[in-house]
């Protein structure tokens, strides 16, 4: 869906596509943002619905009488019905007698129904959505409902509580997950300060849990937390720098997924509490960016783009560490670089993977098991065509990958070795000649093939993972089929292996191990 944003100063209003990705506004304090999120708000009408998180708290809000929200759902409801309260106040007090308004409703239609069906089932509601979800993030805190009231109960104590014993945060999952579920279908959900509240170790998943409980709508956020605006790393990012409050107009920017936040917003990562993790990609589209926010989520993760953006940034970064004491890493592809340059690299804080590049990482054997028992498929019988795809392919290609580490290595030892002084074009023209008897191309090729022949004949799948520059080896694998999903689409596999990862399940710490042992970092 297209959105066009409000008016611009000194310019032409964007547009935008939400389509499924989140759309994060973020500006200082002051700049407006809430203004530029309020009157976009406007725009899109009944199809715009407000999530204020500083509500969760507040008894007495102040209502929006041109936005749709629980408020207003609560007053419509209270004209079409005696049975709820019309004194109750606060937004998630509202939100909460509206559920159970409406789950004693749904009870009474069960019951007439297998008044004429025994065999009648009650349909999942609302409040079923919510306290399944509520026990994912608090699996120790149980929903209960007695006698028309929402209890709630830890293992801590026998005694239940009301909604107004729950601790700040738990507020606010409470407020964040019912009042989505009251969203308009297809609505576009604005949330106000989505981090309010919430421990930063509970952001990511909760909003992610969120967004595929309401996978029907999109999602607004406006925040002035950069950690937060990482997390929602697919989407649209607009940068509000002020407004014009006479001519109703503001400054702002859309960010550019392949150049990462600018320089003016990236200076307020200076205020993170976590450390940095710089990585290759466009931020958007390239897997880097949607695999390793999930796999590091112990960093705030911002893609380079190219990999020498990436050495530069965390070289650059740490120089600074005695102001803004923060740790900066960054992770580069390892491609044909040999032992030397990964020491090099890895002894300035830049990771490099024991695989040639991002897409061998989805192939690495413990991920590949993964997901085939994720679907049901017997992981030894999945991961062993998928080795034998890949040592097929490998074979294929062994002297055209023989040839790229040949070039890649005379290439880096003519730069290393003809820096050196010289001290007229002779000695240069006589250097040059010498090295290609030093450097021996052909014995390097060759050297080469008898190494990758090797990997061949030993089955030794790791590595061949580590050398293999090949793109298309996930789909030409066949990795998603023989792993039990429906297709072949590579998109499919790294679909699931990103599935795995948003959940908190002993499957997604074996994907995270898995690449973390690929990095050096796990036993």
Same mark, same amino acid.
């Given at each position: 869906m297209k959105l066009q944003l409000p008016p611009r100063i000194n310019g032409s209003p964007e547009t935008?596509?939400?389509?499924?990705?989140?759309?994060?506004?973020?500006?200082?304090?002051?700049?407006?943002?809430?203004?530029?999120?309020?009157?976009?708000?406007?725009? $899109? #009408?009944?199809?715009?619905? @407000?999530?204020?998180? %500083?509500?969760?708290?507040?008894?007495?809000? /102040?209502?929006?009488?041109?936005?749709?929200?629980?408020?207003?759902?609560?007053?419509?409801? $209270? #004209?079409?019905?005696?049975? @709820?309260?019309?004194? %109750?106040?606060?937004?998630?007090?509202?939100? /909460?007698?509206?559920?159970?308004?409406?789950?004693m409703l749904n009870l009474l239609e069960y019951k007439t129904r297998t008044l004429t069906d025994p065999g009648a089932h009650m349909q999942?509601?609302?409040?079923?959505?919510?306290?399944?979800?509520?026990?994912?993030?608090?699996?120790?805190?149980?929903?209960?409902?007695?006698?028309?009231?929402?209890?709630?109960?830890?293992?801590?104590?026998?005694?239940?509580?009301?909604?107004?014993?729950?601790?700040?945060?738990?507020?606010?999952?409470?407020?964040?997950?019912?009042?989505?579920?009251?969203?308009?279908?297809?609505?576009?959900?604005?949330?106000?300060n989505p981090g309010m509240f919430l421990h930063p170790t509970i952001i990511r998943s909760l909003w992610d849990s969120i967004e595929q409980l309401r996978d029907d709508c999109s999602f607004v956020y406006i925040t002035h937390d950069i950690d937060f605006v990482s997390s929602r790393g697919e989407g649209t990012v607009v940068w509000v720098r002020d407004y014009d409050p006479a001519r109703v107009e503001w400054d702002y920017d859309i960010l550019s997924p392949a150049d990462g936040i600018p320089e003016d917003v990236y200076l307020s990562i200076i205020g993170a509490r976590k450390p940095v993790l710089f990585i290759e990609g466009d931020g958007v589209n390239s897997i880097d960016a949607k695999l390793y926010p999930l796999v590091f989520k112990e960093y705030t993760v911002k893609s380079l783009g190219s990999c020498g953006r990436v050495i530069e940034a965390t070289r650059a970064f740490n120089n600074l560490n005695g102001f803004h004491n923060l740790d900066s890493y960054g992770i580069v592809d390892r491609d044909r670089r040999d032992a030397h340059e990964v020491e090099y690299l890895r002894s300035r804080k830049v990771l490099v993977p024991d695989v040639?590049?991002?897409?061998?990482?989805?192939?690495?054997?413990?991920?590949?098991?993964?997901?085939?028992?994720?679907?049901?498929?017997?992981?030894?019988?999945?991961?062993?065509?998928?080795?034998?795809?890949?040592?097929?392919?490998?074979?294929?290609?062994?002297?055209?990958?023989?040839?790229?580490?040949?070039?890649?290595?005379?290439?880096?030892?003519?730069?290393?070795?003809i820096d050196g002084r010289f001290n007229n074009i002779n000695s240069l023209e006589t250097h040059v000649n010498e090295l290609v008897h030093a450097i021996n191309p052909r014995g390097l090729y060759e050297g080469f093939c008898r190494e990758f022949n090797r990997y061949v004949h030993d089955n030794d799948y790791a590595s061949i993972l580590r050398v293999y520059n090949r793109k298309s080896m996930l789909a030409e694998s066949n990795a998603a089929f023989h792993c039990g999903l429906k297709s072949h689409d590579k998109r499919d596999y790294i679909q699931a292996v990103l599935a795995i990862l948003r959940q908190d399940t002993p499957a997604a710490d074996r994907l995270r191990t898995a690449v973390k042992r690929c990095f050096g970092l796990a036993p």
């Open positions: 935008i596509e939400t389509s499924d990705r989140p759309v994060t506004i973020v500006g200082a304090n002051g700049s407006g943002k809430t203004r530029f999120a309020h009157r976009l708000a406007q725009s $899109l #009408g009944e199809r715009a619905f @407000l999530l204020k998180s %500083i509500n969760a708290l507040n008894i007495d809000t /102040i209502e929006d009488p041109t936005t749709e929200s629980v408020n207003s759902l609560y007053h419509r409801r $209270l #004209g079409h019905t005696t049975l @709820l309260r019309s004194d %109750i106040r606060g937004e998630l007090n509202r939100m /909460i007698a509206l559920m159970l308004h409406e789950e999942p509601t609302r409040l079923d959505r919510l306290t399944r979800l509520w026990h994912e993030v608090f699996p120790d805190n149980r929903i209960l409902v007695n006698q028309g009231e929402l209890l709630f109960s830890s293992p801590k104590g026998s005694d239940t509580y009301s909604v107004n014993r729950l601790s700040a945060g738990e507020m606010a999952v409470m407020y964040h997950i019912g009042c989505a579920l009251y969203a308009p279908e297809g609505a576009m959900i604005f949330v106000d040639a590049e991002i897409e061998n990482i989805l192939m690495l054997e413990e991920v590949v098991r993964t997901v085939a028992s994720a679907n049901g498929r017997d992981e030894h019988k999945a991961f062993d065509k998928v080795r034998r795809s890949i040592i097929k392919l490998f074979a294929g290609d062994l002297r055209s990958q023989a040839l790229l580490h040949t070039r890649h290595r005379v290439k880096m030892t003519v730069e290393r070795r």
